[in-house]
């Protein structure tokens, strides 16, 4: 792998429980440098939103399965060179 094909990206996520079954998460990915597509470059950033179920039946002392379903969105920034 070249150095230059390397891309560095950051995540920031959140979920909260809102009572012992049920939750919401949203996470948001970015990338710290911008790509080259065309002779032009973007900046690109990821988000979700999600609705968290943690079924009582499932969850044992160490272990707690979760299902989760969501929403993502995308932007993108394009940048003439």
């Known amino acids: ?3 230059s094909s390397l891309i560095l990206a950051a995540v ?3 979920n909260v429980l809102l009572n012992r079954n049920f939750g919401v998460g949203w996470t948001a990915a970015w ?3 911008s790509g080259d597509c065309a002779d032009m470059k ?3 950033t ?3 939103l999600d609705a968290i179920l943690q ?3 499932l969850r044992t002392k160490r272990l707690a399965p979760e299902i989760r379903a969501g929403v993502g969105f995308t ?3 394009f ?3």
């Open 12 to 14: 920031l996520g959140v």
């Open 1 to 3: 792998m070249r150095l």
């Open 31 to 33: 990338r710290w440098s």
């Open 75 to 77: 932007k993108v920034h």
């Open 42 to 44: 973007y900046d690109s």
């Open 55 to 57: 079924p009582a039946i």
């Open 79 to 81: 940048q003439f060179e």
């Open 46 to 48: 990821f988000q979700t």
